[in-house]
């Protein structure tokens, strides 16, 4: 729930509401043309990716209706946007704030974000197989935890292919991304399936076949 109190936060601090923040602030200093909590228009609405259906199942997995604002817009998630959005965003964080000669934020902020937060000793309450099986912050795995971002300190434990430092989330639908650093790439997949079975075998699968591809 942090990051619904730091909306709350920004709403008091900026004086607008946080959509409004985000769009002025972020979606349009990045020209982020297709990204907010809700679409607009016939011509935006009828390019609403659907979720995939659950072969298991037979059934799309529930989500909300954007084509409408909320009533309550958080800062946990909720956002809409395309893979082309999606990628200037993450160019930005790649190029350290900065993206098309517009800084969003600095450098150094930049770093402080992704910089491991958990610390030594620090156990999940879950088991090891259970934090293997859905990638989460847990120094058992490699996975520490920044500033809004999951970080891979120790690839040799982390069951995820990667870079030391590289950094990334998961949306709650499949959306998925990450920033590698040392390798300079940026990857994101906005696949729209069941997050709690379908999702984590196409997230492996992604990162196997990215770093698979890598030549020098």
């Not at 990051?3 to 985000?22: K, Q």
Request: charged share 20%; hydrophobic share 40%.
């Amino acid at each position: 729930m942090s990051y619904d109190v730091l909306a709350r936060i920004v709403e008091v601090i900026s004086g607008v509401e946080f959509d409004t923040f985000v769009a002025e602030r972020i979606a349009k200093p990045l020209k982020l043309a297709d990204t907010g909590f809700w679409v607009e228009g016939a011509e935006r609405q009828a390019r609403i990716a659907e979720p995939q259906i659950n072969s298991a199942t037979g059934k799309r997995p529930l989500v909300w209706d954007v084509t409408k604002k909320g009533k309550w817009l958080f800062g946990g998630g909720g956002l809409v946007s395309t893979a082309h959005d999606y990628a200037r965003f993450c160019l930005m964080l790649l190029n350290g704030g900065v993206l098309d000669k517009v800084r969003l934020v600095s450098r150094n902020t930049i770093e402080h974000m992704t910089s491991n937060d958990v610390p030594p000793g620090y156990k999940s309450a879950y088991p090891v197989q259970m934090q293997i099986a859905w990638p989460s912050p847990s120094l058992e795995t490699g996975q520490g935890f920044g500033l809004g971002f999951g970080i891979n300190c120790k690839p040799g434990l982390s069951p995820l292919p990667g870079s030391k430092g590289d950094y990334y989330w998961m949306g709650i639908l499949g959306t998925s991304f990450w920033v590698d650093p040392k390798e300079q790439l940026i990857a994101i997949m906005m696949d729209q399936t069941d997050w709690n079975t379908l999702m984590i075998p196409y997230l492996y699968r992604m990162r196997e076949y990215v770093y698979g591809a890598i030549s020098d």
